[in-house]
Nanobody, 124 residues
Framework: RVQLVESGGGSVQAGGSLRLSCAAS????????LGWFRQAPGEQREGVAA????????YYAASVKGRFTISQDSAKNTVYLQMNSLKPEDTGVYYC?????????????????WGQGTQVAVSS
Protein backbone atom coordinates (compact mmCIF):
# COMPACT_ATOMS: atom_id res chain seq x y z
CA ARG A 1 0.00 0.00 0.00
CA VAL A 2 1.38 3.40 -0.96
CA GLN A 3 0.73 6.68 0.84
CA LEU A 4 0.84 9.95 -1.11
CA VAL A 5 1.42 13.48 0.17
CA GLU A 6 1.19 16.51 -2.11
CA SER A 7 2.91 19.84 -1.57
CA GLY A 8 3.92 22.94 -3.49
CA GLY A 9 0.58 24.60 -4.03
CA GLY A 10 0.09 28.32 -3.60
CA SER A 11 -1.11 31.54 -5.16
CA VAL A 12 0.40 32.90 -8.35
CA GLN A 13 -0.45 35.41 -11.04
CA ALA A 14 -1.40 34.35 -14.53
CA GLY A 15 1.67 33.49 -16.55
CA GLY A 16 3.55 32.31 -13.50
CA SER A 17 4.83 28.86 -12.55
CA LEU A 18 4.50 26.37 -9.72
CA ARG A 19 5.98 22.93 -9.11
CA LEU A 20 3.88 20.42 -7.24
CA SER A 21 5.41 17.44 -5.50
CA CYS A 22 3.85 14.12 -4.58
CA ALA A 23 5.96 12.22 -2.07
CA ALA A 24 5.25 8.50 -1.82
CA SER A 25 5.89 6.16 1.09
CA UNK A 26 5.18 2.51 1.76
CA UNK A 27 6.03 1.44 -1.80
CA UNK A 28 8.05 2.58 -4.79
CA UNK A 29 6.63 5.03 -7.32
CA UNK A 30 8.13 2.74 -9.97
CA UNK A 31 5.36 0.23 -9.24
CA UNK A 32 2.48 2.55 -10.13
CA UNK A 33 0.93 4.75 -12.71
CA LEU A 34 1.05 8.14 -10.97
CA GLY A 35 -1.54 10.67 -11.97
CA TRP A 36 -2.28 14.28 -11.19
CA PHE A 37 -5.88 15.41 -11.00
CA ARG A 38 -7.50 18.73 -10.18
CA GLN A 39 -10.87 19.88 -8.96
CA ALA A 40 -12.17 23.41 -9.27
CA PRO A 41 -14.99 24.62 -7.00
CA GLY A 42 -18.29 23.19 -8.16
CA GLU A 43 -16.63 21.08 -10.83
CA GLN A 44 -15.82 17.40 -11.22
CA ARG A 45 -12.31 16.16 -10.63
CA GLU A 46 -10.40 15.89 -13.91
CA GLY A 47 -7.22 14.21 -15.02
CA VAL A 48 -4.28 16.51 -15.72
CA ALA A 49 -1.30 14.24 -16.38
CA ALA A 50 0.09 10.80 -15.65
CA UNK A 51 3.35 8.88 -15.90
CA UNK A 52 3.46 5.13 -16.43
CA UNK A 53 5.60 2.62 -14.53
CA UNK A 54 8.59 1.09 -16.27
CA UNK A 55 8.75 3.01 -19.54
CA UNK A 56 7.85 6.40 -17.96
CA UNK A 57 5.50 7.29 -20.80
CA UNK A 58 3.64 10.50 -20.05
CA TYR A 59 0.06 11.52 -20.72
CA TYR A 60 -1.56 14.96 -20.62
CA ALA A 61 -4.95 16.55 -20.83
CA ALA A 62 -5.30 18.73 -23.91
CA SER A 63 -5.84 21.79 -21.72
CA VAL A 64 -2.36 21.53 -20.17
CA LYS A 65 -0.27 19.98 -22.93
CA GLY A 66 2.77 22.11 -23.66
CA ARG A 67 2.47 23.98 -20.34
CA PHE A 68 2.67 21.22 -17.71
CA THR A 69 5.31 18.52 -17.34
CA ILE A 70 5.04 15.42 -15.18
CA SER A 71 8.21 13.68 -14.03
CA GLN A 72 9.37 11.34 -11.32
CA ASP A 73 12.49 10.96 -9.23
CA SER A 74 12.85 7.34 -8.23
CA ALA A 75 15.63 8.09 -5.74
CA LYS A 76 13.35 10.51 -3.87
CA ASN A 77 10.25 8.39 -4.49
CA THR A 78 8.50 11.53 -5.64
CA VAL A 79 6.46 12.63 -8.64
CA TYR A 80 6.41 16.24 -9.78
CA LEU A 81 4.11 18.42 -11.81
CA GLN A 82 5.84 21.47 -13.26
CA MET A 83 3.20 24.00 -14.22
CA ASN A 84 4.18 26.90 -16.46
CA SER A 85 2.19 29.68 -18.14
CA LEU A 86 -0.53 29.25 -15.56
CA LYS A 87 -4.03 30.49 -16.30
CA PRO A 88 -6.91 31.37 -13.95
CA GLU A 89 -8.72 28.27 -15.18
CA ASP A 90 -5.92 26.14 -13.71
CA THR A 91 -7.17 27.09 -10.25
CA GLY A 92 -8.25 24.19 -8.06
CA VAL A 93 -7.19 21.53 -5.62
CA TYR A 94 -4.57 19.27 -7.15
CA TYR A 95 -4.43 15.62 -6.17
CA CYS A 96 -1.89 12.89 -6.74
CA UNK A 97 -3.17 9.35 -7.28
CA UNK A 98 -1.78 5.89 -7.99
CA UNK A 99 -2.91 2.69 -9.69
CA UNK A 100 -1.29 -0.29 -11.34
CA UNK A 101 -1.29 0.84 -14.98
CA UNK A 102 -1.97 3.96 -16.98
CA UNK A 103 -4.74 2.43 -19.08
CA UNK A 104 -7.55 5.00 -19.03
CA UNK A 105 -5.32 7.18 -16.85
CA UNK A 106 -7.79 10.09 -16.86
CA UNK A 107 -10.64 8.22 -15.12
CA UNK A 108 -10.72 9.15 -11.45
CA UNK A 109 -12.79 6.22 -10.19
CA UNK A 110 -10.22 3.55 -11.02
CA UNK A 111 -7.35 4.90 -8.95
CA UNK A 112 -6.58 2.99 -5.78
CA UNK A 113 -4.68 5.55 -3.74
CA TRP A 114 -5.08 9.31 -3.32
CA GLY A 115 -3.31 12.11 -1.55
CA GLN A 116 -5.04 14.83 0.42
CA GLY A 117 -4.57 17.53 -2.21
CA THR A 118 -2.83 20.89 -2.47
CA GLN A 119 -4.51 24.17 -3.39
CA VAL A 120 -3.47 26.16 -6.47
CA ALA A 121 -4.89 29.64 -7.07
CA VAL A 122 -4.11 31.59 -10.24
CA SER A 123 -5.20 35.22 -10.37
CA SER A 124 -5.64 37.27 -13.52
Amino acid sequence: RVQLVESGGGSVQAGGSLRLSCAASGDSVNNYCLGWFRQAPGEQREGVAAVSPGNFNTYYAASVKGRFTISQDSAKNTVYLQMNSLKPEDTGVYYCAAKASCVSWFITGIYDYWGQGTQVAVSS
